[in-house]
C-alpha cells in the first residue's frame, strides 16, 4: 500500500508545494531542509562514532571477572554514618504536626 514513492507521485508532490509556497520561497524551503537534513546526519553519525568508541573502550579493559587484574587490593571502606542513620533525634529536625484537614460531609 505504502511503497516506495514513484515519479508521479514525486511530481504531484512537488506540484503541490510550488502551489503553496510559491516559485520564489520554494528554492529557500529546499535550501533550509537540505542544510536540516544534512546536520542531523551529522550529528547522527558523530552519535553513532561516540557510541562505537565508547564500546570499545569498554571492551578493551578487562574485568577481574574475565580474568584481568586489579592493581590495587581491594579494601572496605566504611563511611560514616549520616545523620538520618542515628537513633538520636535531633530537636532542630523536630516538625510540628499540622492537623489534619477534614472535608464537610
Do not use: C, Q, Y
Not at 32 to 50: I, P, Q, V, W, Y
Amino acid at each position: 500500500m505504502f511503497g516506495p514513492i514513484g515519479v508521479p507521485e514525486l511530481i504531484v508532490i512537488f506540484v503541490i508545494a510550488l502551489i503553496i509556497f510559491g516559485p520564489r520561497k520554494l528554492p529557500e524551503l529546499g535550501k533550509s531542509l537540505g542544510k536540516s537534513l544534512a546536520e542531523f546526519k551529522r550529528a547522527s553519525n558523530d552519535l553513532r562514532h561516540t557510541l562505537e568508541e565508547e564500546i570499545r573502550v569498554e571492551d578493551a579493559t578487562p574485568t577481574p571477572a574475565e580474568g584481568g587484574t586489579s592493581s590495587a587490593p581491594e579494601s572496605k571502606v566504611e563511611s560514616p554514618p549520616s545523620p538520618t542513620d542515628t537513633n538520636e533525634e535531633d530537636p532542630l529536625r523536630k516538625r510540628s504536626k499540622a492537623p489534619e484537614a477534614t472535608w464537610p460531609d
